[in-house]
């Protein structure tokens, strides 16, 4: 996706397409779920359950996107690969802070795998960059 996005030869904006995508995405996941799962069995609709479902579709989905192929063209392919390898760590750390969610030692060792390499991976391609801007 990465690359697609940087090389893309856009005609529209990605806040010009994303309405589009999350109409479409509705409309084939909600046949597909029909089809596989049946009706929901949700025992009641309530205020909070529509406000995630709002929260979870146009602003974290639709605004996540567009945001991420704005970026995305603006930047290196690198870059846009380190920032991406962040999304999983703040969703864990949000998870514990907000959710109160427990954070095993074994998922503590993986966020800091995943920050170690980032940082690695900046410092090395920053040391790429440094020895090519010096020959």
Request: aromatic letters at 8%.
């Amino acid at each position: 996706m990465i690359l697609h996005v940087k090389r893309h030869q856009w005609v529209s904006r990605p806040i010009d397409l994303a309405p589009w995508q999350m109409l479409f995405a509705t409309v084939s996941l909600t046949v597909m779920s029909l089809a596989i799962v049946g009706l929901p069995h949700v025992k009641s609709w309530t205020p909070e359950l529509w406000g995630l479902l709002l929260f979870i579709g146009p602003v974290a989905t639709s605004l996540c996107f567009v945001i991420s192929a704005e970026y995305g063209r603006r930047v290196s392919t690198f870059t846009m690969s380190n920032v991406t390898l962040g999304v999983p760590v703040v969703g864990v750390l949000a998870s514990a802070v907000f959710l109160h969610e427990h954070i095993t030692a074994l998922l503590a060792i993986g966020l800091a795998l995943i920050v170690g390499s980032v940082i690695f991976a900046t410092w090395a391609g920053g040391r790429a960059r440094k020895s090519v801007d010096e020959g």
